[in-house]
């Protein structure tokens, strides 16, 4: 009965199944030596401490569970998934999920306004908060570069780190306040990313991508080599902390926050005026960028994204239209690092290394180019997620007392992002709203929609 079952079904014999079963054993088990073999000198040895030597702890037991999750992963891909380009989701379907994706957006809105008086919320909930959203502000402006210009860009923390120096040499130095730094801090970031626009106007693909790799090293680079006026891999410490319309968050003085309201001195009042910061920058970031989608120049990025050469036959200036992306998507990094800047007080080269941008990039791809809900959502799946396993407590027990699950956060993005390209290879959210259409609007497939080649 069961290979009638099987038969009828999936119009095979029982003996055709059994050689494809046999050849997905075969390759789940080729794939999952391959990667156990390769995770030898990663995995097998770890450093430790001990009396101020170092010394190589084994542990040969994470080969075997290495194999085991890749052949597994590998065997359900080949006897689900074979022959197929990812998992294709029926019309209605994908459909019903683009207008949940609208649903799930306002949703989050409302949590996110409300989330401070929440009663579970407390100072941790705060800041893995605010750091999601600095993320999502990122990958927001990063999505303009990338997702709707076609344009990929791997030195984006170049502006960011250019909007975080702004603020703190202009706060520190010259004594202007938050709101006065941050347009300032927008508009040297920009002014950047015109810099950087010039040089790669006729750059495309990896060649375009490895020139914005280089500009986003040079700019950490310089920032640890000038000391006089960087401060160099010191960094710059005492940058001032934004007011709350002039009262400041102090325990005690005259013009203070607690005082004005008579209410208790409470330091949370402080982190919370920083989440809705973020919170309005990031919120202002989604609205510039979707009035800026129906306007000429975001069809112009649509259109440079789809083919360069028909652009140009159009008689859409590409030179424009490649600088006005590269220097918009740096205003909104500028504005991300002036925040981040204040919120945490010091900044120095090493919070702007390469790592920054390929995680602000593998949101993007995550999420979906061209998917304003996608990059939230990867951000608090990869930022929110990470943060989660930490406190996890079962796996310590599992793994040791000195497991560290974030320890293994760059294997866990890149786990992340292959199972993403095998299965959902246009990202999680994969379908799209057409920026002008005629009639009624309907969500398409981003199968209609090209990646776009820089």
């Not at 079963?21 to 030596?33: I, Q, S, V």
């Not at 609205?287 to 306007?295: A, G």
Request: with cysteine; glycine share 12%; net charge positive.
């Amino acid at each position: 009965m069961a290979g009638a079952a099987e038969t009828a079904v999936g119009g095979k014999t029982e003996t055709t199944i059994g050689t494809d079963l046999t050849a997905a054993f075969r390759t789940a088990a080729f794939w999952g030596a391959i990667f156990a073999v390769l995770s030898v000198p990663i995995l097998t040895v770890q450093t430790a401490e001990s009396f101020n030597t170092l010394k190589l702890v084994p542990r040969w037991w994470l080969l075997p569970a290495t194999f085991g999750v890749v052949f597994t992963v590998v065997f359900l891909r080949q006897v689900l998934f074979a022959g197929t380009d990812g998992v294709k989701l029926p019309t209605a379907f994908s459909g019903a999920l683009g207008r949940a994706g609208d649903y799930l957006g306002w949703g989050l809105l409302l949590l996110a306004l409300a989330l401070p008086f929440l009663p579970s919320t407390n100072r941790y909930t705060l800041d893995v908060a605010i750091l999601i959203l600095t993320y999502v502000m990122l990958g927001w402006g990063l999505n303009i570069v990338v997702g709707l210009a076609g344009l990929l860009d791997l030195g984006y923390v170049a502006f960011y780190a250019v909007g975080a120096y702004s603020y703190a040499l202009l706060a520190t130095h010259f004594g202007l306040s938050f709101w006065i730094c941050l347009p300032l801090a927008g508009i040297l970031a920009a002014l950047w990313g015109l810099i950087l626009g010039f040089p790669v106007l006729r750059l495309r693909g990896d060649y375009l991508a490895i020139v914005t790799l280089a500009f986003g090293e040079i700019i950490r680079i310089v920032l640890l080599n000038w000391v006089s006026f960087t401060n160099g891999p010191t960094g710059v410490s005492g940058i001032p902390r934004p007011s709350f319309f002039g009262l400041e968050f102090a325990a005690s003085g005259d013009n203070t926050f607690a005082g004005f309201f008579g209410i208790p001195y409470l330091p949370i009042h402080r982190i919370i005026w920083l989440y809705y910061i973020i919170l309005l920058l990031a919120l202002l970031t989604n609205l510039v960028t979707m009035r800026l989608r129906r306007l000429p120049v975001g069809r112009a990025w649509e259109a440079l994204r789809e083919d360069e050469i028909a652009c140009r036959s159009l008689g859409i200036n590409t030179t424009n239209t490649k600088l006005t992306a590269f220097a918009i998507g740096a205003m909104f990094a500028g504005f991300a690092g002036s925040f981040f800047a204040t919120r945490q007080g010091f900044i120095s080269p090493e919070s702007f290394n390469f790592m920054e941008s390929a995680t602000i990039l593998a949101i993007v791809v995550l999420g979906g180019l061209g998917s304003q809900i996608g990059v939230v959502v990867a951000s608090i799946a990869m930022i929110g997620g990470i943060e989660m396993l930490r406190n996890l407590g079962f796996l310590k027990e599992i793994f040791g007392p000195s497991f560290d699950p974030t320890q293994y956060r760059i294997l866990i993005f890149g786990s992340i992002l292959v199972a993403i390209m095998v299965w959902r290879p246009r990202g999680i959210i994969s379908t799209r709203t057409p920026t002008v259409s005629l009639g009624k609007t309907k969500t398409i497939s981003s199968d209609l929609v090209k990646e776009g080649h820089g």
